[in-house]
């Protein structure tokens, strides 16, 4: 069971929205049941942690067989067929090898929150902001200089905005005002982000959409977009709980890896 204060010292926005949602809808069906809080507390957090959930089943409980660890690289599958679960070696087990399973394609938050643990190496971990249009833009103009056009870099940003038609091509990419767009996944940054951003910050009048999955006609402008995603992610790193010197580490491997 998380609390409020253990969520609040892990500072991961997406496990407290999550958790607040829960007890919103703990704390009503306590009231129309007559079950106390915590009660409903404890066995959704049991539910969730030990559940199987099949899409065309939905959630039920499976002893013996939920007992199994979690791995993406597992040595069993359970399935569901005919109507029974069964458990099936993807290859021969020793005796006392513990068994392994895949518990789902999810995000380490999700599986912290679940399951209390994050597995090592997780190919569906991502990274995500709220996307704010206006602080992107700033992003984009922050420190910057460019030899090419100086110009372009000293525009009002009170003065920004963004076109309809804009709007549905940074939409496309899954940039859109207030929601939380993906910006980074274990294989780097995600593509979509990078395509939205020359989506919003170009001037191009492109009119495929897929077009700005190519670099920019102008070389200054596809520079002004790789330099906000800098910001952006410098950003984010040095939000961490990390000493100065950490930061500056982590800063300059991805600037030598040219990240």
Same mark, same amino acid.
Request: aromatic fraction near 10%; glycine fraction near 6%.
């Given at each position: 069971?998380?609390?409020?204060?253990?969520?609040?010292?892990?500072?991961?926005?997406?496990?407290?929205?999550?958790?607040?949602?829960?007890?919103?809808?703990?704390?009503?069906?306590?009231?129309?049941?007559?079950?106390?809080?915590?009660?409903?507390?404890?066995?959704?957090?049991?539910?969730?942690?030990?559940?199987?959930?099949?899409?065309?089943?939905?959630?039920?409980?499976?002893?013996?067989?939920?007992?199994?660890?979690?791995?993406?690289?597992?040595?069993?599958?359970? !399935?569901?067929?005919?109507?029974?679960?069964? =458990?099936? @070696?993807?290859?021969? #087990? %020793? *005796? &006392? +090898?513990?068994?392994? /399973?895949?518990?789902?394609?999810?995000?380490?938050?999700?599986?912290?929150?679940?399951?209390?643990?994050?597995?090592?190496?997780?190919?569906?971990?991502?990274?995500?902001?709220?996307?704010?249009?206006?602080?992107?833009?700033?992003?984009?103009?922050?420190?910057?200089?460019?030899?090419?056009?100086?110009?372009?870099?000293?525009?009002?940003?009170?003065?920004? !905005?963004?076109?309809?038609?804009?709007?549905? =091509?940074? @939409?496309?990419?899954? #940039? %859109? *005002? &207030? +929601?939380?767009?993906? /910006?980074?996944?274990?294989?780097?940054?995600?593509?979509?982000?990078?395509?939205?951003?020359?989506?919003?910050?170009?001037?191009?009048?492109?009119?495929?959409?897929?077009?700005?999955?190519?670099?920019?006609?102008?070389?200054?402008?596809?520079?002004?977009?790789?330099?906000?995603?800098?910001?952006?992610?410098?950003?984010?790193?040095?939000?961490?709980?990390?000493?100065?010197?950490?930061?500056?580490?982590? =800063?300059?491997?991805?600037?030598?890896?040219?990240?």
């Amino acid at each position: 069971l998380w609390d409020f204060a253990e969520v609040h010292e892990l500072a991961l926005p997406s496990v407290f929205e999550e958790l607040v949602k829960t007890n919103i809808t703990l704390y009503a069906a306590s009231q129309s049941v007559k079950i106390p809080h915590e009660v409903l507390q404890w066995g959704a957090a049991t539910a969730g942690m030990r559940a199987f959930d099949m899409k065309l089943r939905g959630a039920f409980f499976a002893p013996l067989i939920d007992l199994c660890r979690h791995s993406f690289r597992p040595n069993a599958i359970a !399935e569901m067929e005919d109507g029974l679960l069964t =458990l099936t @070696a993807l290859k021969p #087990l %020793k *005796e &006392g +090898e513990p068994i392994y /399973i895949n518990y789902g394609e999810a995000k380490n938050d999700l599986f912290l929150l679940t399951h209390g643990f994050v597995p090592p190496d997780n190919p569906h971990e991502e990274v995500a902001i709220t996307f704010n249009a206006t602080q992107v833009f700033a992003a984009s103009r922050m420190g910057a200089t460019s030899q090419d056009e100086p110009e372009l870099l000293q525009e009002d940003i009170t003065a920004f !905005e963004i076109s309809g038609r804009r709007e549905k =091509l940074m @939409a496309y990419y899954g #940039l %859109k *005002e &207030g +929601e939380d767009c993906v /910006i980074a996944s274990k294989n780097g940054v995600a593509n979509e982000f990078h395509f939205g951003m020359r989506a919003m910050l170009s001037s191009d009048d492109r009119q495929k959409v897929e077009a700005f999955e190519e670099p920019l006609e102008h070389p200054e402008e596809e520079w002004i977009v790789c330099h906000a995603m800098r910001v952006i992610y410098g950003h984010l790193i040095t939000e961490w709980e990390t000493t100065e010197d950490e930061d500056e580490a982590l =800063l300059k491997m991805r600037d030598d890896k040219n990240l």
